[in-house]
C-alpha cells in the first residue's frame, strides 16, 4: 500500500489545498458524522467542502428544530441536500419534514380562488369563529346547516351579510368555503369593487372572458362588499346582471357581503331618481334576494 505522503506528491498543489481544507473540516465532530454518513466517496467529498459545511449546518438546524417558524436554515423549510449524480455531487434544497406536513396540510387551499381578499382570512376556521355575541348565531347555524348538507345539496340559498366594517362578514364565509374545500369543492372570494376594476381592464382582451367565467361559473362564490363599488351602468347592466342570471339558472350558491343594507344598496345600483334606472336596479335586488337570505350581522369591530 502506498503510503500517504506517496500520494500527496503525485497530486497537484489544487488537490492539496482541497484534501487540506476537508481535513481541517473533518475536526468538527458534527461535520465528521455527518460525512460518514453520506453514501459518497472521500475522494469526491473532499472537492466540496464548503458547501458540505453548509449542508452540514443545515442538517444541525434541522436535527434541534421544534417548527417551521423556527427555522435558521437559508431557506425557510428547506435543506440543503447533497446527492451523488455520476461523477459529481449536486446540491439541492429538499422540503423540511414540517414543510411537508403544511404543504399537506394547506392543500386544500388550492380549491379557494382568492382575489384581492386579506391573507388573514385564507385560514379562517369554522371553529375559530367567535361565538360570543348574540348577533351571529342565526348566521352560525345556517353556516354549520350549509356544510351538512351540501353533499346532497348542492343547490342551497347563499346569504346576503349586512353589517359593519369589521363585523367579520367576509371571515364567516370564508369559513365554510374554506371547509368545504377540504371535500374538494371549489369556490371563489372576490373582492368585488376590485374585480370590477381588474375586469374593465381587460374589457376587449382575450382574458376577458376568462376573468369573468371563473367568477361566474365557481361552484361556490362570495361576492365581498358588494356596494362599495363605482357603480355604472356597465358594471351593473353587463357584470352584475348577467352574472346572477346565470347563477340563478345553474342554481349555484352565491354569498355577499355589504355594508350596505339591501334598500340602499337599490339606491346605489339605481344611481339616480331616473325610473328606467330604478327597474334596472330593482331587478338586481331581486335577483340577490332570489340567492340569498338576507341576515344581519351587528358586531363591534375585529380589525386590530
Ligand atoms: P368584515 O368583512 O365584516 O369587514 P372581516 O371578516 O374582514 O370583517 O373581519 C375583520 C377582522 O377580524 C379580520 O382580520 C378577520 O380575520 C378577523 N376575524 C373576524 N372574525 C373572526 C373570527 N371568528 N376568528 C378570528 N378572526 C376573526
Ligand atoms: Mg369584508
Not at 29 to 45: A, K
Not at 46 to 69: V, W
Not at 100 to 123: G, M, R, S
Not at 274 to 300: G, T
Request: aromatic letters at 10%; one cysteine or more; a positive charge.
Amino acid at each position: 500500500m502506498k503510503k500517504v505522503t506517496d500520494v500527496i506528491s503525485m497530486t497537484s498543489s489544487k488537490q492539496i489545498d482541497l484534501k487540506q481544507s476537508y481535513v481541517t473540516a473533518l475536526k468538527d465532530p458534527n461535520f465528521r458524522s455527518y460525512v460518514e454518513h453520506l453514501p459518497i466517496e472521500e475522494d469526491l467529498l473532499m472537492k466540496y467542502t464548503s458547501r458540505l459545511e453548509e449542508a452540514s449546518q443545515e442538517f444541525q438546524n434541522c436535527l434541534h428544530c421544534p417548527g417551521l417558524e423556527n427555522c435558521k436554515n437559508h431557506e425557510k423549510g428547506f435543506l440543503l441536500t447533497p446527492e451523488k449524480q455520476l461523477k459529481s455531487i449536486v446540491f439541492s434544497y429538499n422540503a423540511c419534514a414540517y414543510l411537508k406536513k403544511q404543504l399537506k396540510q394547506d392543500a386544500y387551499q388550492e380549491n379557494v380562488y382568492l382575489f384581492e381578499i386579506p391573507k388573514q382570512i385564507k385560514n379562517a376556521r369554522m371553529k375559530d369563529i367567535y361565538k360570543d355575541d348574540r348577533g351571529r348565531k342565526e348566521i352560525i347555524k345556517y353556516l354549520i346547516d350549509f356544510l351538512q348538507q351540501y353533499p346532497t345539496t348542492k343547490k342551497q340559498k347563499g346569504l346576503y351579510l349586512n353589517g359593519s366594517f369589521g363585523s367579520g362578514k367576509t371571515y364567516l364565509v370564508a369559513a365554510l368555503f374554506n371547509e368545504l374545500a377540504k371535500q374538494k369543492v371549489r369556490s371563489a372570494l372576490i373582492y368585488y369593487p376590485e374585480f370590477l376594476r381588474s375586469l374593465k381592464e381587460s374589457f376587449g382582451n382575450e382574458e376577458y372572458r376568462e376573468k369573468f367565467d371563473r367568477v361566474k361559473k365557481a361552484p361556490l362564490l362570495l361576492l365581498d362588499d358588494i356596494g362599495a363599488e363605482n357603480m355604472t351602468p356597465w358594471s351593473r347592466d353587463e357584470v352584475l346582471g348577467p352574472l346572477l342570471q346565470y347563477r340563478m339558472n345553474e342554481e349555484l350558491p352565491t354569498f355577499f357581503t355589504s355594508n350596505l343594507t339591501m334598500e340602499e344598496l337599490e339606491s346605489h345600483l339605481a344611481n339616480s331618481n331616473n325610473a328606467v334606472e330604478k327597474v334596472k336596479a330593482r331587478r338586481i335586488i331581486e335577483r340577490i334576494k332570489e340567492l340569498s337570505l338576507d341576515m344581519k350581522l351587528i358586531s363591534k369591530n375585529r380589525r386590530s
